[in-house]
């Protein structure tokens, strides 16, 4: 599977948007870009994952460049529960059950009030 | 979304005993089920896979001999840490995929493990 970067952190202010990038410049035709987040002592939580074409549910959306090299997560409106930290994934969908979730360091998102 | 549950959320244990830790799947059913640890200021590191009915697959440099994977049915998978140190003092999560191609993996709440 192909290899993410992430910033370490950043801020944003509560109300605000949240955009978080993510590099993945040697991903390959068939993997997907999943996000998913972590908030202390908890489990991951599914925020979302596309192919090709921006993703838009009522958590976030996913916005990947035509290249496909890079994306980014966007949360519309901040809030102090959405500090967590924030993993961009790539995988590759490996016969009918998907392939393994390896983490990177992902993002610590800090919401500001 | 779908849940999945694990039990106990922590549980201490003294050094040279073992620990059974539960993923379960509650509404639906999960072929797979993947074992994670992760220590404190890291991130998530991939255990193993489990699959129903077979032997589960270790990522490198995880002791297949410690870390027993026992996944029964298509709604529990146990992760038994045996002959447990200090060093072994982790979270452990798991994940469940549910039996349809390219459906995304619903972690469990984790398990706190505190090696005495």
């Known amino acids: 599977d192909a290899k993410t970067t992430q910033p370490p952190s950043m801020d944003c202010a509560e109300g605000r948007a949240a955009n978080l990038p993510c590099n993945h410049s040697t991903i390959s035709g068939n993997e997907y870009v999943y996000w998913y987040r972590q908030i202390h002592s908890q489990g991951p939580q599914y925020i979302i994952h596309g192919l090709k074409n921006n993703e838009t549910n009522e958590m976030a959306s996913l916005i990947i460049t035509e290249d496909r090299k890079s994306s980014t997560l966007i949360l519309p409106h901040a809030t102090l529960r959405d500090t967590a930290v924030y993993y961009c994934?790539?995988?590759?969908?490996?016969?009918?059950?998907?392939?393994?979730?390896?983490f990177g360091q992902g993002t610590e998102l800090s919401v500001k009030p | 979304g779908a849940v999945v549950s694990q039990h106990p959320s922590w549980v201490i244990c003294k050094s040279g005993t073992s620990v059974k830790i539960e993923c379960r799947s509650l509404?639906?059913?999960?072929?797979?089920m993947f074992w994670y640890r992760q220590f404190p200021k890291q991130s998530l590191m991939l255990m193993a896979t489990?699959?129903?009915?077979?032997?589960?697959?270790?990522e490198q440099g995880v002791e297949k001999d410690k870390f027993l994977i026992n996944h029964a049915s298509l709604t529990l998978s146990t992760l038994t840490v045996t002959s447990a140190h200090p060093e072994d003092s982790s979270f452990y999560i798991c994940?469940?995929?549910?039996?349809?191609?390219?459906?995304?993996?619903?972690f469990g709440p984790g398990t706190r493990l505190t090696v005495t």
């Open positions: 994940s469940a995929l549910p039996g349809v191609p390219g459906g995304e993996q619903y």
């Open positions: 509404d639906f059913q999960a072929t797979t």
């Open positions: 994934i790539v995988r590759g969908l490996k016969g009918n059950q998907g392939g393994k979730l390896i």
């Open positions: 489990s699959n129903e009915g077979s032997k589960a697959t270790y």
